[in-house]
């Protein structure tokens, strides 16, 4: 049986041409009290029928980044070291509009009470060859500009915003659960994925990192992400463990009590998942038991630019 879902406000035509054209990104803010704002796009609203906010321009979608060098007194030019990423600021100009000037003021307030500079919620950014690739935005400067003295029911202003981590992130690579079948073998349930290996999906253009959730009991030993290395860690029954390969984290927690078990894994992850590519992680186990012993892995993709 079908379900048939009703939207809120009836689809203007403009609306339904943009989203059926599938040419135009589609720009949510989910504010901080989980609030849903379209701001651009087929889903935003149009004046003077409806009210809410629409993002007239943006700028910073890319983080900004510095080169870090090293220079000599006799050397000419310099030496490059590496590149480190700042966090991403975006500037906005923004249309807040009502019915009238006592609802755009309602809607002003409503916009206001979702931004906060202690907290976080989510600039969502759809195109229908890329998908949905987000940010944690934060609240980062007062509003500014001059806003003209009247009863107008529209008002145009600069609004900013920072996001701490500098990538756009989209839906984890998941790989399949494999479950101990013995105390050696760590099998996929319905047999379709090779037993002992994992597999994820960098579908971003940065490199990255896999996690690796761990089921005890037994000693497993897990791939480098493809690299020649091999990385062991021992869990007692009753422990599940998710293991962090980014290497400037070096996170390993017992998720059950919380406690930091890094010390116990042998070995260090160096390996990225490079942008686009498949890769099959090996892991295996001694002492397992079967039907509780298990791995599961994912990988969170980043992108410079969302669409």
Do not use: C
């Not at 203007?12 to 704002?37: C, F, H, K, P």
């Amino acid at each position: 049986m079908s379900t048939v879902i009703t939207p809120t406000r009836p689809p203007t035509v403009w609306s339904l041409q943009s989203l059926l054209g599938g040419g135009e990104a589609i720009v949510t803010w989910v504010d901080t009290n989980r609030v849903v704002w379209p701001v651009s796009g087929g889903l935003a609203p149009m004046p003077p029928v409806e009210e809410g906010v629409q993002m007239v321009d943006l700028k910073g979608l890319h983080a900004p980044f510095k080169h870090v060098d090293q220079q000599g007194a006799h050397e000419d030019g310099v030496t490059w070291l590496d590149s480190t990423y700042d966090a991403l600021e975006l500037d906005m100009t923004i249309s807040v509009f009502g019915r009238d000037a006592v609802g755009r003021r309602r809607v002003f307030r409503r916009w206001l009470a979702g931004w906060e500079p202690k907290k976080t919620g989510q600039l969502v950014w759809f195109t229908p060859e890329l998908g949905h690739w987000w940010l944690a935005a934060r609240f980062m400067q007062e509003p500014r500009d001059v806003i003209k003295a009247g009863d107008a029911a529209s008002i145009t202003m600069a609004w900013s915003a920072r996001a701490d981590f500098p990538f756009w992130v989209s839906f984890d690579s998941i790989s399949t659960k494999l479950i101990a079948s013995n105390a050696t073998t760590l099998a996929d349930p319905a047999g379709k994925a090779p037993s002992n290996f994992t597999q994820v999906w960098n579908r971003g253009d940065q490199d990255g990192w896999p996690v690796h959730l761990l089921q005890g009991p037994g000693v497993f030993t897990v791939g480098d992400n493809g690299g020649p290395r091999r990385i062991t860690l021992p869990l007692n029954a009753g422990e599940l463990a998710r293991v962090t390969t980014l290497p400037n984290r070096r996170t390993v927690v017992e998720l059950n009590t919380g406690a930091n078990i890094y010390p116990r894994l042998s070995g260090r992850f160096s390996t990225p998942v490079v942008a686009g590519a498949v890769v099959r992680i090996p892991v295996t186990v001694t002492g397992a038991v079967a039907g509780v012993t298990s791995a599961i892995s994912s990988l969170t993709p980043w992108r410079r630019w969302p669409e």
